[in-house]
């Protein structure tokens, strides 16, 4: 055991003597990784929440209950005011009779509108995340079963 101790140490001092091989073993792992770091990113793991604007125009609560249920984790809803002129977004346009066509003559439609050009993944998100508000919905009107648009 004692020889295995005194073989180890040689090998240190060997090492310790080469200035190339404490570069090789210190400087460059740390090197590595900083560049391995940048080029690949340690971002956050949060996906960012996409930009939507609202133009709600129903005077009902239905078209204000969709809106209330899109889910804030995948979706920031914006106001058509504070949207930007030029850039392309994701649109939502809830029409004026939402609310009562939704309760009198079912389904009501709304447009959701999708620049050109967006990534499939994007558009995947934002429609799961719309379909989480739809359903959201249906279950607040089947809660409160209006007869009428104006039995609210």
Do not use: C, Y
Request: aromatic residues 8%.
């Amino acid at each position: 055991m004692n020889q295995a101790w005194r073989i180890g140490i040689l090998d240190v001092r060997l090492l310790l003597s080469d200035p190339g091989a404490i570069v090789q073993m210190l400087v460059f792992p740390i090197l590595f990784t900083w560049v391995f770091g940048l080029s690949f990113g340690g971002g956050s793991n949060q996906p960012q929440a996409l930009p939507l604007i609202v133009d709600n125009r129903d005077a009902g609560p239905l078209g204000q209950t969709l809106v209330n249920w899109l889910p804030a984790s995948d979706v920031r809803v914006l106001d058509p005011a504070d949207s930007p002129g030029d850039t392309p977004n994701f649109r939502l346009v809830i029409p004026d009779d939402f609310t009562t066509s939704v309760v009198d003559h079912p389904p009501g439609h709304v447009e959701l509108i999708v620049p050109p050009k967006t990534s499939a993944l994007r558009v995947q998100s934002l429609k799961v995340a719309f379909t989480q508000a739809q359903i959201r919905t249906l279950a607040t009107l089947t809660r409160t079963r209006p007869e009428s648009a104006t039995a609210w």
